[in-house]
Nanobody, 127 residues
Framework: QVQLAESGGGSVRAGGSLRLSCAAS????????MGWFRQTPGQEREGVAG????????FYADSVRGRFTVSRDNAANTLYLQMDNLQPWDTARYFC????????????????????WGQGTQVTVSS
């Protein structure tokens, strides 16, 4: 069973950038479809981005398309989320997730029903 650990969160001003990483262990990242999600207190977990096992296909929530970029380095067993032009409403705890099953649509990729999750990393954006 894969284990996931996020890093790279922090506090930035509006318009700034952060790069989140998700390191996989115990199983090769290349076996999994990966997703990024975020959650604020009292809210449901929201899909942000998804990427197929080889990086061929990517999916984005409308709220982040054009500002966030998901990528992966399977040789390094690491998933990334480059976040540019961050805004206060991006403030949330960000989680990476892994699914052994391929997800062929944005709806599937952004649905928070992945079986494996990291603990998350906090992103705070001030105005």
């Amino acid at each position: 069973q894969v284990q996931l650990a996020e890093s790279g969160g922090g506090s930035v001003r509006a318009g700034g950038s952060l790069r989140l990483s998700c390191a996989a262990s115990r199983n090769p990242l290349s076996r999994y479809f990966m997703g990024w999600f975020r959650q604020t207190p009292g809210q449901e977990r929201e899909g942000v981005a998804g990427i197929s096992s080889r990086g061929t296909y990517t999916f984005y929530a409308d709220s982040v398309r054009g500002r966030f970029t998901v990528s992966r380095d399977n040789a390094a067993n690491t998933l990334y989320l480059q976040m540019d032009n961050l805004q206060p409403w991006d403030t949330a705890r960000y989680f990476c997730a892994a699914s052994f099953t391929h997800r062929a649509t944005a709806t599937e990729a952004l649905r928070p029903d992945y079986p494996h999750w990291g603990q998350g990393t906090q992103v705070t954006v001030s105005s």
